[in-house]
């Protein structure tokens, strides 16, 4: 009996889908674009987010060692340096590694370091999160045989804010396409409900519950959702692919100094948020536009 009413509940959600094409097509076009506008901003924010990333990893602090620290002073001051929370690897550069870096920057000039020994040895610093480069310095500050820090506190600052920056406009506008979503739905089931209100008039008098009511609109508008989600991760997917492929193959990634991520990369996240996007928006939308029509 149940599997009865579930089927019943069921088809006719299908039906309402296909009874109202004109409605239903102009509800899916509608969805479409607003989840296409809003998966262009996610790829977009996810790369941006994935190139700040890929800064943040060549982002260092550098620690000079006191010139009279011994060998084994410098070991223990490294395993001191990795030992110090937020920081993910400490490498060692000597003296002669510095001199060296210097005349390449200086080239043809480089003869004015001949028998200077002026460059301290150091431990190069990176971090798992850049917004604990000052809590780490601090940390570092207070070990023995430290003579000072060069750390890129400005840029730093910079690209945690960037960061941050982005994951809000994301978020608002993923909001403000998710009203705007369930505006539309709910808008297009309350014309199907509008023109079926004497039956559900009379479904309510016979002693039909509301939740028997409501479920074949919440079918319906969970239907129009997956469907839009799955168009949309369709027509994301081949303009990425497409526009990624040219960025790639031009000069133009040269210049930007990053790499893009592949599609595949953001399939399975697109697909969740997609999929929650589209069944969340339907159920609200289709529950709201009900409301009117339930009340006793």
Not at 1 to 23: D, H, P, Q, T
Not at 214 to 235: D, K, N, Q, Y
Not at 241 to 255: K, Y
């Amino acid at each position: 009996m149940k599997y009865n009413i579930l089927g019943y509940l069921i088809g006719e959600g299908f039906r309402n889908v296909f009874k109202n094409k004109k409605s239903t097509f102009s509800c899916l076009a509608i969805m479409c674009a607003t989840m296409l506008i809003f998966g262009i901003f996610f790829v977009v924010g996810k790369n941006i987010r994935n190139a700040i990333d890929q800064v943040e990893s060549s982002q260092a602090i550098e620690v000079f060692i006191q010139n009279d620290a011994t060998d084994e002073q410098i070991k223990q001051l490294g395993q001191e340096i990795l030992s110090i929370d937020g920081v993910n690897t400490a490498q060692y550069k000597t003296k002669e590694q510095a001199l060296n870096q210097m005349k390449e920057v200086l080239k043809s000039n480089q003869e004015i370091l001949n028998g200077m020994d002026i460059f301290p040895a150091s431990y190069i610093v990176k971090l798992t999160d850049l917004q604990k480069s000052a809590q780490v310095q601090d940390e570092i500050n207070k070990l023995d045989n430290v003579k000072n820090i060069n750390s890129s506190d400005e840029t730093t600052e910079k690209l945690v804010s960037l960061g941050n920056t982005i994951n809000i406009i994301t978020g608002i506008i993923l909001v403000l396409l998710i009203l705007i979503s369930i505006f539309i739905i709910g808008n297009t089931i309350k014309l199907t409900v509008h023109a079926r209100r004497k039956e559900i008039s009379i479904m309510k008098y016979i002693g039909a519950t509301n939740s028997f009511i409501r479920a074949p609109f919440v079918v319906e508008g969970i239907i129009i959702g997956t469907i839009a989600s799955m168009l949309s991760v369709v027509l994301i997917g081949l303009a990425y692919n497409m526009i990624s492929s040219r960025i790639v193959g031009s000069s133009l990634n040269n210049i930007i100094g990053f790499n893009l991520l592949s599609f595949q990369d953001l399939f399975s996240l697109i697909i969740i948020v997609y999929a929650l996007l589209g069944i969340g928006i339907g159920i609200i939308g289709s529950a709201m536009s009900m409301r009117r029509y339930l009340k006793v």
